[in-house]
């Protein structure tokens, strides 16, 4: 590809992504034209599926108009501290004179708020730019354009814009608030990059103390809780070796000792458009899927696509003061989920296999009372 030259943001998307995911609206719909980018439900699903085929070493790029960020903004502030492989770069379309659109909004704001790099459209080959960006850094990169600069000519130079797949997520030994100072710890750099149109302030410095940083300095590290019924369901995956990508919520325990089958989290109701595109398997629990997961879910279904969802269904919200939750079989219907009780142990280990197609094993169980 060295020396190629060409016309249009669409060329250089496409020279550069190995998968595109978007949400069509105005100005970014002829470029999602242009680069036959698949159109998915929403931006937040859009983006964890650009986040599970980065931890499958595939560069991804997601394609959203500005208001489409609002959307997509959880997982792109966990994706910070979480980390990811392959570069993810979003490229955000504004339109500054509202146009097409209901409102104006500036796309670069979101820099500040996840703490990653903004990439203008002035460079000589911005798209390559915000890919080495992403892996460097290891978190996702917003390419920020306006209707005007989607002729704008491309030029790919003679620089290698990093290594596909080498950015990294994070240490599992880290706590979320080690994990919190790892990722800002790379401001300078970005900021001396030019990544950050706006102040992005640094975690106080006083605020830090070691022992929370990692598990191993603290010495304990959380875990289930005595009597969960749901232990031989973590208890089987770890000894099936079977990966995982893991919620938030009790499903997130799948990454602390003693479990090792759970290898991210990028938010809340992210677990099954992620494992779509990485593990296959997704481990989520009820409240999560019914916040904001099953969007994935509707998408899979209508798709096609292939996932074994594991749904821990507890009624409650176990580790905010178990506050009641709907029943979530009332809204899968259309999944024809296969449901038994945490006890039974044979059924539940026999239905523990990726399959071809979109699976969803809600297990029940009644978390013990305090």
């Known amino acids: ?36 980018a698949e159109l998915v439900i929403n931006e937040k699903v859009a983006l964890e599926y650009a986040l599970g085929d980065s931890l499958s070493g595939k560069r991804s790029c997601v394609i959203v108009k500005h208001v489409g960020m609002n ?19 979003i490229v955000a379309g504004d339109d500054p004179k509202a146009f097409g659109t209901q409102t104006v909004q500036d796309s670069r704001l979101y820099g500040s708020i996840a703490v990653c790099p903004v990439i203008e459209m002035s460079g000589p080959d911005p798209v390559g730019e915000a890919f080495r960006a992403s892996e460097r850094f290891s978190r996702v990169s917003i390419l920020r354009f306006v209707p005007d600069d989607l ?5 790919r130079g003679q620089e290698s814009y990093g290594v596909k797949g080498s950015g990294k997520v994070a240490d599992p030994d880290l706590t979320m608030y080690g994990r919190a100072v790892s990722a800002y710890s790379a401001i300078p750099d970005m900021t001396k990059a030019g990544y950050f149109p706006f102040t992005v302030r640094p975690l106080a410095e006083d605020s830090r103390n070691d022992a929370f940083l990692s598990r191993r300095a603290r010495g304990s590290s959380r875990t289930l809780c005595p009597g969960c019924p749901f ?35 990028y938010g809340m109701g992210s677990s099954a458009g992620v494992a779509a595109h990485a593990t296959g398997v997704a481990l989520t629990g009820d409240y999560a ?9 509707i998408d899979l279904h209508a798709k096609g696509r292939p996932v074994l969802l594991i749904v821990l269904q507890n009624r409650c919200m176990g580790t905010t003061g178990r506050q009641p939750v709907p029943d979530v079989c009332s809204y899968l219907g259309f ?6 009780d945490a006890g039974e142990h044979e059924k539940i280990s026999g239905m523990m296999i990726p399959g071809e197609k979109l699976r969803v094993l809600i297990i029940q169980g009644e978390c013990p009372k305090e």
């Open 71 to 89: 959307v997509l903004a959880d997982p792109l502030v966990h994706a910070t501290a979480q980390g990811l492989k392959a570069g993810v770069v």
């Open 335 to 340: 999944a024809d989920p296969v449901v038994c």
């Open 1 to 36: 590809m060295e020396g190629y030259m060409s016309s249009g943001l669409g060329d250089a998307v496409l020279a550069y992504a190995d998968t595109r995911y978007a949400v069509p609206g105005y100005p970014v719909t002829t470029l999602i034209e242009e680069t036959g």
């Open 151 to 155: 002729n704008r000519p491309w030029n």
């Open 289 to 297: 899927l019914i916040h904001s997961g099953i969007q994935a879910i």
């Open 231 to 265: 232990k031989f369901v973590f208890d089987t995956l770890q000894e099936k070796g079977i990966q995982v990508i893991s919620d938030t919520g009790c499903s997130l325990l799948a990454m602390s000792p003693p479990y090792s089958f759970g290898i991210a989290n």
